[in-house]
């Protein structure tokens, strides 16, 4: 595999959870000349402690790690409320709804074998997504306000944590009320990268959305084309 161009700006701290040394090591490589610096772990327990102790920027996070493996990691994460950015690596496509289902809240992934560019370029969209956009104007949709400046959202008067995927998919759409977005709009526009494989990672994130939102919810499905934020449920 080949290597991303080098680029020396720093970016941020990278936990990487991977107990194949030779993978680790490529994705070491990769996000380091691309101006990240990277923490390795091979070890469920002892990655923990690690994203407490160095709060990293976001993690890579090996779905298939012995013992204590990255499921139950992000889900352990999510449970505490930390919502530290995490980008699973699964070597089965078929893991998808799994390890960004409902009860998990993951921000992406990629499947094994993966482009050290491809991976490189979605932890930048992962990191875009969680620093939000400066100095927006909050959105208001129906019952749900979102403040993308305080990186806050409300339905009604409950605040609800959301991850930084869900929380720049839903800012998208409320971005312009009413307009529909197709599955491959939203995975351009929000994820950052085009492939008709991976929609379904869309639809997951929506489901996730409604679940979280309720019955405030103001996205729409429109049958064969894809999502729109509107006034009602």
């Known amino acids: 595999m080949s290597t991303a ?3 020396n700006r720093p970016r941020g701290l990278i936990l990487v959870v991977e107990d194949e040394p030779a993978i ?3 994705i070491r490589l990769n996000l380091a000349q691309s101006g990240y610096g990277v923490h390795l772990e091979s ?3 002892r990655a923990l402690d690690t994203v407490r102790r160095l709060r990293p920027a976001a993690i890579i996070l090996d ?3 012995p013992g204590l493996d990255g499921i139950e990691i992000c889900r352990t994460l999510r449970a505490a ?3 530290t950015p995490v980008l699973f690596v699964t ?3 078929d893991e998808v709804d799994r390890i960004v289902g409902l009860e998990l809240g993951a921000d992406d992934y990629v499947t094994k074998p993966f482009s050290p560019r491809e991976l490189v370029a979605r932890v930048g969209g992962v990191l875009r997504r969680t620093h939000g956009v400066p100095d927006a104007a909050p959105q208001t949709v ?3 306000t979102l403040d993308a400046t305080q990186h806050r959202v409300f339905a009604g008067d409950d605040e609800l944590a959301l991850t930084a995927t869900e929380f720049d998919l839903l800012a998208h759409l409320m971005r312009r009320p009413g307009r529909v977005f197709t599955r491959e709009q939203l995975l351009s526009e929000v994820w950052g990268y085009s492939s008709v494989a991976g929609t379904r990672t869309v639809d997951v994130h929506v489901a996730q959305l409604r679940a979280k939102l309720g019955g405030a919810s103001p996205i729409r499905t429109v049958r064969g084309v894809g999502y729109a934020a509107e006034g009602g449920a």
Request: glycine content about 14%; aromatic content about 4%.
């Open 5 to 7: 161009p080098r680029d």
């Open 24 to 26: 680790a090591e490529l």
């Open 43 to 45: 070890d469920g327990a």
């Open 63 to 65: 779905v298939g790690l």
């Open 81 to 83: 409320q930390d919502w």
């Open 91 to 93: 070597a089965r496509d």
């Open 142 to 144: 129906g019952a749900v």
